[in-house]
């Protein structure tokens, strides 16, 4: 700063240092005094638009460069990635370096910053505080089912009367003790839950202040902690014992009373939120006996394979040739995206953050799409990228074959980090088919679910890798056998999976039941997704149409 401009002095002409400011040129961003404007004017070289310094609008809070005192970081060198002055871009530090407007990082910055705090207001925080409820709504039942409890107990106790009034209290005691233990538990997840309310709200606050500071340090500086608020606190649930009142005989007072069940505590981990789509534990939603179409995209492939939600009316697709396409219910094209090496992709997915990621099997690799940039996540050796889908843990689960076709497996990521491989069965056996498609999404319940198009099989493991079952059609008449390709998971645990040659969806329980057929005119159905409102998104292979299908 300036030694003679504190912030106890008058502001002061940015030209001559010794005159007080009066206007300002909004063009060039410099203060002036009044001899200085005519000074000012007079460099016909450039526009200027001087206004009084009362009238000046709101300008960005430079932050001041720290090698020339007078100057203000109003650049951003994009290979030291920081802000610099007009004077730093000449020097020898930045030679030969991309510099852009800090606006354009500020702008990014500044809609990464809104998009953060709608997530916390709009999607998180009230998911804190409908568990805060539940927690509360089950608190007041366990006093009524506990209070139903001591009333049995009593009514036992008088059959009994003097001969078991030592028993009745040792029961009451220990139906006493059990409630006190169960709600001592939920006292404690609801202060956990209200501890993480209380850091969301500060969280909150914060970003705030921060978009309306236009401050853009602290825009620079800030970071994100949404994603260690996307996956919630454990949710305890207590299940209340049941008593068994015996018949009365004096010689066995104790047992015949009737003994308590043990007492039941079952933590549920919380769920992992996506950031665009984020889905809260629903209540339980059934079947429509007859599923609807609600709209229909024109994507305008010749070929349509795969469909991604981003959200309730935005969908990516792919088809056959090397470009993505993001349309909306009304199949206007919002953003396209060529692949890096120009070939088809062969899947495409949205991430948790609501990035798009797709396989490219002609150069082996799994690529991710952040701000339309293309940077490679995974490169594969000896093996070929097929169907990929993002988990609940923020990773990815991937299908490849060997390059000589003869193997297939299933490829859990963290990351470009390896964490699982699914290949073989307990009898070492192979799990999956080789070559052909697999499609593969990951269940609620966390099961891995592959349409194993070349063994005309649903195959489904748990998350440790052991097989759960394998569905195989359902036995009712068909013209064609049953060939699933695209496959997708609702919140309710459904698993749907695309019956191609014959027009449908088959939809099964998380245990592999058969439940119901979706027909809804079906063409050719192919990829399937499913939104946060677990309406069902359908990519039909010949007609080059997505459509939305209400099914709950």
Not at 73 to 86: D, F, R, W
């Amino acid at each position: 700063m300036h030694p003679r401009r504190s912030a106890q002095e008058v502001l002061l002409c940015d030209l001559c240092e010794t005159v007080p400011l009066q206007s300002h040129c909004e063009l060039c961003n410099i203060n002036l005094c009044v001899n200085c404007v005519g000074k000012h004017l007079s460099d016909a070289s450039k526009r200027h638009n001087v206004v009084p310094q009362l009238r000046r609008k709101a300008t960005p809070n430079y932050p001041k460069c720290p090698k020339h005192a007078k100057k203000h970081c109003e650049l951003h060198c994009e290979e030291c990635n920081i802000p610099i002055c007009i004077i730093c871009v000449s020097s020898s530090k930045h030679k030969g370096h991309d510099i852009s407007d800090i606006m354009g990082k500020l702008s990014a910055k500044t809609e990464s910053l809104q998009k953060d705090l709608e997530e916390l207001e709009m999607r998180i925080y009230p998911r804190y505080e409908e568990m805060a409820s539940e927690v509360k709504t089950e608190k007041v039942e366990l006093e009524t089912k506990y209070g139903e409890l001591t009333t049995a107990a009593d009514q036992q106790g008088e059959l009994l009367q003097r001969e078991i009034t030592a028993i009745v209290n040792r029961r009451k005691s220990d139906i006493q003790e059990m409630k006190n233990i169960q709600l001592s538990i939920l006292n404690k997840n609801t202060d956990e839950i209200t501890q993480k309310m209380s850091e969301l709200k500060q969280i909150i606050s914060d970003l705030k202040s921060t978009l309306k500071s236009n401050d853009v340090s602290l825009t620079s500086s800030y970071k994100s902690r949404n994603s260690e608020f996307r996956t919630l606190p454990p949710r305890v649930q207590v299940t209340v014992p049941s008593f068994s009142p015996q018949k009365i005989n004096k010689v066995q007072l104790n047992e015949m009373f009737g003994p308590l069940s043990p007492l039941s505590i079952n933590t549920e981990h919380g769920d992992t939120m996506k950031s665009a789509e984020a889905v809260s534990s629903p209540p339980v939603k059934p079947l429509l006996d007859d599923p609807c179409l609600t709209a229909a995209i024109d994507t305008g492939y010749d070929r349509l394979y795969s469909v991604s939600c981003l959200s309730e009316d935005q969908v990516w697709t792919r088809g056959n040739n090397e470009i993505m396409k993001l349309l909306n219910l009304q199949s206007k094209l919002l953003t396209s995206i060529q692949t890096e090496s120009g070939n088809e992709p062969w899947d495409i997915a949205v991430t948790r953050d609501g990035d798009l990621v797709y396989t490219d099997p002609s150069i082996k690799t799994v690529n991710l799409v952040k701000h339309k940039q293309i940077q490679t996540v995974i490169t594969l050796q000896g093996w070929i990228p097929r169907y990929i889908c993002s988990t609940a843990s923020d990773g990815f689960l991937l299908t490849m074959i060997s390059d000589d076709e003869k193997q297939s497996k299933v490829v859990r990521y963290s990351g470009s980090t390896v964490t699982q491989t699914f290949q073989f069965d307990d009898q070492g056996r192979p799990l999956y088919s080789s070559g052909c498609n697999k499609y593969i999404s990951e269940n609620r319940n966390l099961d891995i679910c592959v349409a194993d198009c070349g063994a005309k099989t649903v195959v489904v493991v748990n998350q440790s890798g052991k097989l759960r079952f394998k569905y195989t059609g359902h036995p009712s008449n068909t013209k064609k056998s049953f060939d699933p390709v695209g496959i997708t998971t609702d919140s309710q645990s459904h698993i749907l999976t695309a019956d191609c040659y014959n027009h449908r969806i088959h939809i099964l329980d998380q245990d592999g039941q058969f439940l119901r057929y979706i027909h809804c005119d079906l063409d050719w159905p192919c990829g399937l997704c499913v939104d946060i409102r677990d309406n069902l998104f359908v990519a039909e292979l010949h007609t080059d149409k997505v459509k939305k299908i209400q099914y709950l």
